[in-house]
């Protein structure tokens, strides 16, 4: 690249930067009581005199979010599934950091390059945004492989906690009660997913309403099954102990038909460096010796 772009790109970030500062600048609070207020009123008020507070600094650039990577929507049910501790301001900044950095040491990096190869300002211009995009998009899915994994590992828990709450049930516990001792002893991920029940249910929220809202919010289909059934049996008065064991009983089947056929699905897997990589090298080195002695 020509070192006669540089002054190019230079007043380019420049300019996007008197932007943003000027952007502070006009929509920061003018008027005193929006400046004040804050810091004097309850928390759950905050927010009514927050002109430009951490949810609105993005807010000018939530349609690129949503065209480049996920909806705001989507992202906050993942965080809610994956319960990351953070809010969508927070992921949205992350993601922005890593963007802007990935962007950065694409940029120098070409600058470095150009000494050795010619480059100019416009294939600067699109490695640049293109390494912007890739950055972004695989932050996004990065967050959607976390979610993939943890359905992943909650699946493999509702059997033993269809057990556990079948033999809670049998002993004479409620369904809270044995929702509340199965939590105590599930892994991380059956943990994490009870609480969100059982803190509605301490607030006054229905048994059934509770367990449906749960339903509706986990990514694993084993667990809205049991759930299912947890809301039909408290609904109905259906004896909830002999119908979790069978349910346990074919969770656990279903398990072993996913793991037969994951195994089957890996196995084929391995196939591919034995057919594309040591075969042809084995065919070759059987072959080259003769080809090799052939007098044409």
């Excluded at 699905?265 to 010796?289: D, G, H, K, Q, S």
Aim: aromatic share 8%.
């Amino acid at each position: 690249m020509d070192f006669s772009a540089l002054p190019v790109i230079s007043g380019t970030l420049l300019g996007v930067g008197i932007y943003f500062c000027y952007g502070a600048i006009v929509n920061r609070p003018s008027r005193l009581e929006q400046r004040v207020l804050p810091y004097v009123q309850p928390k759950n008020l905050q927010s009514q005199w927050q002109p430009f507070s951490s949810q609105h600094i993005f807010s000018w650039i939530s349609p690129l979010w949503n065209a480049i990577g996920s909806t705001t929507k989507s992202v906050e049910k993942r965080l809610a599934i994956v319960g990351a501790g953070m809010d969508i301001f927070g992921f949205r900044l992350l993601q922005t950091l890593v963007s802007v950095l990935a962007t950065l040491g694409v940029g120098i990096s070409l600058i470095g390059l150009s000494t050795v190869r010619s480059i100019t300002f416009i294939q600067w211009l699109l490695l640049t945004s293109l390494s912007f995009i890739l950055a972004t998009v695989i932050w996004d899915k990065l967050l959607t492989y976390k979610v993939e994994v943890f359905a992943k590992r909650l699946s493999y828990q509702v059997a033993d906690a269809a057990e556990l709450l079948a033999l809670a049930i049998s002993a004479g516990e409620s369904i809270p009660g044995a929702l509340n001792r199965v939590c105590s002893i599930s892994g991380p991920q059956m943990k994490a997913q009870l609480e969100i029940a059982l803190e509605q249910i301490s607030q006054g929220v229905p048994v059934s309403k509770a367990l449906r809202n749960l339903s509706g919010i986990t990514p694993s289909p084993q667990l809205q099954r049991l759930l299912e059934t947890l809301i039909s049996g408290n609904e109905r008065g259906a004896a909830l102990s002999v119908i979790l064991r069978d349910q346990a009983k074919d969770l656990r089947e279903e398990a072993m038909r996913s793991l037969l056929e994951a195994g089957g699905r890996n196995e084929i897997a391995m196939l591919i460096p034995v057919v594309f990589l040591i075969l042809p090298v084995t065919v070759v080195f059987a072959l080259y010796p003769g080809l090799i002695a052939l007098r044409f």
